[in-house]
């Protein structure tokens, strides 16, 4: 069980187009999910917090009009990077939590963005 | 604000013992977990800690928390090749976020 899930798992875009992510828990009901970048040989960065039918709640920092986050429905959340740039080509990761067993979040197997 | 650290690298030998060592800040922390990365992956869950405890075993996996000086251990008995990875310990802030550290690259030799 809790399983979640991201598509696509790598992409490559070129400058300026826009990329979407999803996010999907399988077997379970997310009502938060998380989104977080990593670079090469570093930890996690949480980018956003989202709850199910709310705006995200983005971190220091993080630009809310470049990356967009959408928690339309318990199952889905999607993050959009627009107009995308080479800086930022990272690993991006999302984790669902279903706010029982000590909120533990589980994370998907993320998304690799390569941005020409 | 909060901290986690960990040293960044250990090797051991196949069949030895691994100990992950990590320390944080936050003595509110509710819960403390262990996650593993494998290269070009997701974070798997491995185990956690209610900060109650001292000890939880799970099979091969041990984990120590010193409260006191806000120290976690993960022990890997017997440790195997595919154990080879990336562990990063993560404690649950105030607000719920999790704060990780840079993460420990275990090495396993044959």
């Known amino acids: 069980g809790a399983v979640v899930s991201q598509h696509p798992s790598w992409v490559i875009c070129k400058s300026g187009t826009s990329v979407k992510i999803e996010c999907r828990s399988l077997?379970?009901?997310?009502?938060?999910m998380f989104w977080y970048r990593q670079f090469p040989k570093q930890s996690l960065m949480l980018m956003a917090t989202?709850?199910?039918?709310?705006?995200?709640?983005?971190e220091q920092g993080v630009e809310k009009d470049k990356f967009l986050i959408n928690h339309a429905s318990l199952t889905l959340s999607t993050l959009t990077v627009t107009s995308a740039h080479p800086e930022d080509s990272s690993f991006y990761i999302c984790?669902?939590?279903?706010?029982?067993?000590?909120?533990?979040?589980?994370f998907g197997p993320g998304t690799r963005l390569l941005v020409l | 604000g909060e901290d986690v650290e960990q040293s960044l690298f250990l090797s051991v030998r196949e069949g030895d013992s691994s100990v992950i060592n990590c320390t944080y800040t936050?003595?509110?922390?509710?819960?403390l977990y262990w996650y593993k990365q494998e290269p070009g992956a997701g974070l798997q869950l491995l185990t956690y800690?209610?900060?109650?405890?001292d000890m939880k075993q799970d099979q091969r996996l041990t984990v120590l928390l010193n409260k006191k000086d806000k120290h976690l251990s993960l022990r890997i008995a017997d440790t195997q090749t595919g154990d080879s990875a990336i562990y990063f310990c993560?404690?649950?802030?105030?607000?719920?976020?999790?704060?990780f550290g840079q993460g420990t690259e275990l090495s396993v030799k044959p």
């Open positions: 984790s669902a939590s279903d706010g029982r067993v000590q909120e533990t979040q589980y």
């Open positions: 077997d379970f009901q997310a009502t938060t």
């Open positions: 989202s709850n199910e039918g709310s705006k995200a709640t983005y």
């Open positions: 936050d003595s509110s922390s509710t819960y």
């Open positions: 800690i209610f900060s109650n405890m």
């Open positions: 993560a404690e649950k802030d105030q607000g719920g976020k999790l704060i």
